[in-house]
């Protein structure tokens, strides 16, 4: 497909999980760590750059969720009122065991080639989480001291290697009602948030069906989120920095007036030349599905899956092409 960049989980945390990279606090079995080890080791091979998140905000692979499990004992709201999983931002225990985590992930010697994760060219840059959110504390001053005393850290042990939030780009505009994405409901403040001196890129997501900014609520999801897009990349320049669209999707759906896959990839295709008329760094996309060690297709539970070979594949590929022809630096330019 032409991609160059490849976005993975660097993080499965706590006992329910098989080959868990943290099973307990503190612990990292030596086993665990072969798949991650391999992956970064075959992703140089074939010259692509990776994007390594380090926790979850939602409880699939444990999540922040599993540390206030450990240290808390609370009990998982991630879903709802947030109250507990929102702990993992202020507790003093959990916030040392996540910096431990990131250190050791960091400081790891790569089994195949021997490289250090911190001082690898291919790991291109390290996410603080997938997408973080804190709607506890509205002001945004939460999410912003956490993000600020991680991304410092890791910029210390890891200063050749980019570091990102993979936030999704909410709280862009604080005074908006609540029930938007561009308000600060969910404690986000997506300016602030990128304006860190460690952070190098901001990041955004797009879904505009499950945000509410869809036709049963009276809005063009595809026109939605071209102005999304548009919007943060205009931020983005005001703040000096390069925003990437590392997420995005579109559930089929008629009454959102998108019944076929093929209305499907023309929204993803607005989006894309949406982006290269922004001057939108980069982008990434939710999710492309490979094969399980069977040889059969894994299937996505989400409905977001990207197959390759697949006409969406195929928009995507082309799209990367015209990214790769016109640097970020050189559209910019114009802007």
Sequence with gaps: MGLTVMRCWAFNDGTARPMALQPLPYVYPEKAYDSLDHTVFKAGQLGLKLVLPLVNNWPDYGGMQQYVAWFLGLVDDSYTENKHHDRFYTDPAIRACFLSYAEHIINRTNRYNGVRYGEDPTIMTWELANEPRNSSDTSGRGIYTW????????????????????????????????????????????????????????????????????????????????????????????????????????????????????????????????AERSAIAGTQFWILTGLTDHGTTHVSDDGYQVLCPSPTATIIADHARNMALTPWFSRNQDK
């Design 147 to 274: 993000a600020a005393e991680v991304s410092s850290h890791i910029k210390k042990i890891a200063p050749q290697q980019l570091i990102a939030i993979g936030d999704e780009g909410l709280g862009l505009d604080a005074s908006r009602n609540n029930e938007d994405p561009y308000s600060a409901s969910e404690g986000n403040r997506w300016p602030e948030l990128t304006a860190l001196a460690s952070i190098d890129y901001g990041t955004i997501h797009l879904y505009p069906q499950t945000w509410k900014q869809s036709r049963s609520f009276g809005i063009d999801p595809v026109a939605w989120g071209r102005q999304w897009i548009t919007d943060h990349a205009i931020e983005g320049q005001k703040l000096g920095k390069p925003v990437v669209l590392e997420e995005f999707g579109l559930h089929i759906d008629a009454s959102d007036g998108i019944p076929t896959a093929q209305s499907r990839d023309l929204g993803y295709e607005d989006w894309l030349n949406e």
